[in-house]
């Protein structure tokens, strides 16, 4: 939870933009949006009224300058997370959104760690694990933690679709297969 109590904080202390960093696959997107969950210190519902999501690399829509600009002009509270952001996108944003309420968060790999590319906060370690943990601390209290990591063998990708789709304490007395298939 180290992690995202430190994006947490520095989310609420800090106007300056946050820029997640580490290397691809070990969970700097699910690690931001974790932090937006109803279990945070954030106002859950004013936080996810506030937040915009763009995923460069999925993006379909080619330049969103247009829609940046339209956003910067209204100048409402709002926490734009620029996912597979490169380092002169980010510096691009945070002159775009100095002097406005909107606060950037860009996230993206690096190769290795002596390559922190401007990051404010890097993810050195894997942190699936401390994602997994929060989640089921929060939305299945009454579950042993270790028993269901166990289950889907550490594979958050797996058991992500299983909350979106609202299973329940009780769906976890099913193998991790059958979850998954049904």
Do not use: W
Not at 82 to 102: E, G, P, Q, V
Not at 117 to 129: H, K, P, Q, S, Y
Not at 146 to 171: H, M, R, S, V, W
């Amino acid at each position: 939870r180290n992690k995202i109590i430190e994006l947490r904080n520095s989310i609420i202390q800090d106007n300056r933009p946050i820029r997640v960093c580490g290397l691809a696959g070990c969970g700097k997107t699910r690690l931001v949006l974790e932090v937006f969950q109803k279990n945070g210190d954030l106002n859950y519902h004013e936080m996810n009224e506030q937040i915009i999501y763009h995923d460069y690399d999925g993006a379909l829509s080619g330049d969103i300058s247009k829609q940046l600009a339209e956003l910067k002009d209204i100048n409402q509270s709002k926490i734009f997370v620029a996912d597979n952001c490169s380092l002169d996108n980010h510096r691009k944003l945070a002159k775009l959104f100095n002097n406005t309420r909107i606060k950037l968060i860009s996230i993206n790999s690096i190769t290795n760690f002596e390559e922190t590319n401007g990051a404010t906060l890097l993810i050195e370690d894997n942190v699936t694990f401390e994602i997994f943990e929060n989640i089921i601390k929060n939305k299945y209290a009454s579950m042993p933690v270790q028993e269901i990591i166990n289950q889907f063998e550490n594979n958050l990708d797996k058991f992500i679709p299983l909350i979106e789709a609202g299973i329940n304490e009780a769906d976890f007395t099913k193998p991790a297969i059958d979850l998954i298939t049904s």
